[in-house]
Antibody
């Protein structure tokens, strides 16, 4: 069964760097049919896609935060790591990792986030 | 980036009502539109992908359709467990983008 779980600090100070780890099970990070994205949601607000890492280690990032983000993976540990530099109180949010399935079971292009972690609430405050 | 808008931002409805939510893309995304349901304190859940394909395990009262760059999510008969926030997401082009959400609450 597919699971994802985020881990990392619950509190970071302004200007610090946030590092979150997503540990996955039930699928391989080398499977070309899937990838892992990071998505965040400030309290009471909408979802914001941050970035994605593909099986071949290529990455794609959202436009507004691109300069502050790094995504990497360790396939032997089944982990995907997000780092976000220069944290600010406006970055307070629940951070989710999610599996993206590029295709459905019949081969139709889907690009949907079919499995999600439980989310990690990160508060930025001094 | 492709911008996604949703209307209405919130809707009050009763159990048994038919509810329709609209999502519009700022440019052509063909049928690469996904709908999610999110309940408070929980991660989103896929309902519909490819504009009209029902995700496995999702009740058939949920349906999706497309007309150009306008997409519709319909709940044919609202059930108590359907009170939630609904988001659309375009899966056509990176960076992926979500709509602002539509909250469905009890009338």
């Amino acid at each position: 069964q597919v699971t994802l779980k985020e881990s990392g600090p619950v509190l970071v100070k302004p200007t610090e760097t946030l590092t979150l780890t997503c540990t996955v099970s039930g699928f391989s990070l080398t499977n070309p049919s899937v990838g892992v994205s990071w998505i965040r949601q400030p309290p009471g607000k909408a979802l914001e896609w941050l970035g994605n890492i593909f099986s071949n280690d290529e990455k794609s990032f959202g436009t507004s935060l691109k300069s502050r983000l790094t995504i990497s993976k360790d396939t032997s540990k089944s982990q995907v790591v997000l780092t976000m530099t220069n944290m600010d109180p406006v970055d307070t949010a629940t951070y989710y990792c999610a599996r993206i399935s590029y295709f459905d079971t019949s081969g139709l292009l889907a690009n949907s986030f079919d499995f999600w972690g439980q989310g990690a609430l990160v508060t930025v405050s001094s | 980036d492709i911008q996604m808008t949703q209307s209405p931002s919130s809707v009050s409805a009763s159990v048994g009502d038919r509810v329709t939510i609209t999502c519009r893309a700022s440019q052509d995304i063909t049928s690469y539109l996904i709908w999610y349901q999110q309940k408070p304190g929980k991660a989103p859940k896929v309902l519909i992908y490819a504009a009209s394909k029902l995700q496995s395990g999702v009740p058939s009262r949920f349906s999706g359709s497309r007309s150009g760059t306008d997409f519709t999510l319909t709940i044919s008969s609202l059930q108590p467990e359907d009170f939630a926030t609904y988001y659309c997401q375009q899966g056509s082009t990176f960076p992926f983008t979500f709509g602002p959400g539509t909250r469905v609450d009890i009338k």
